[in-house]
Nanobody
Framework: VQLVESGGGWVQPGGSLRLSCVGSGFTFCNYAMSWYRHGPGMERELVASIGSTSCRATNYVDSVKGRFTISRDDAKSTVFLQMKSLKSEDTGMYYC???????????WGQGTQVTVSS
C-alpha cells in the first residue's frame, strides 16, 4: 500500500496550489480520503475529507471553508486538494490519509510541504 503526495511548494499569500495524492495497493473507491496538515508549533489537524465513491460527502475545517476544495478521481486513484487565497497560517506539511469504510484500517502518505510566505 502506498500513498504519494505531490504539489506542495512555496507560494506568496493569496496564491494557489493544488495537492495530489495517488494511492496504490488497495481498492481506492472503498476508502474515504482526507488531508491533514501539521503546521509549525501546532497539532496536526484535519483540513478536509471526502467520503468513499458511494458517498462523496465533504467536510472542511472552518479556517479553510470557501478557500479549499477536496475532490477525488477514482479512475486515477487520486485525491486532490485545491487551495486558493492561501494565508501564512496555511503553512505546514500536508498529509493524505486513506481510511477504509466500516473499518479502522487506514494508511498515510509521507507528506508534501506547503509554505506560504512573502
Amino acid at each position: 500500500v502506498q500513498l504519494v503526495e505531490s504539489g506542495g511548494g512555496w507560494v506568496q499569500p493569496g496564491g494557489s496550489l493544488r495537492l495530489s495524492c495517488v494511492g496504490s495497493g488497495f481498492t481506492f473507491c472503498n476508502y474515504a480520503m482526507s488531508w491533514y496538515r501539521h503546521g509549525p508549533g501546532m497539532e496536526r489537524e484535519l483540513v478536509a475529507s471526502i467520503g468513499s465513491t458511494s458517498c462523496r460527502a465533504t467536510n472542511y475545517v472552518d479556517s479553510v471553508k470557501g478557500r479549499f476544495t477536496i475532490s477525488r478521481d477514482d479512475a486515477k486513484s487520486t485525491v486532490f486538494l485545491q487551495m486558493k487565497s492561501l494565508k501564512s497560517e496555511d503553512t505546514g506539511m500536508y498529509y493524505c490519509k486513506a481510511r477504509r469504510i466500516y473499518s479502522n484500517e487506514e494508511y498515510w502518505g509521507q507528506g508534501t510541504q506547503v509554505t506560504v510566505s512573502s
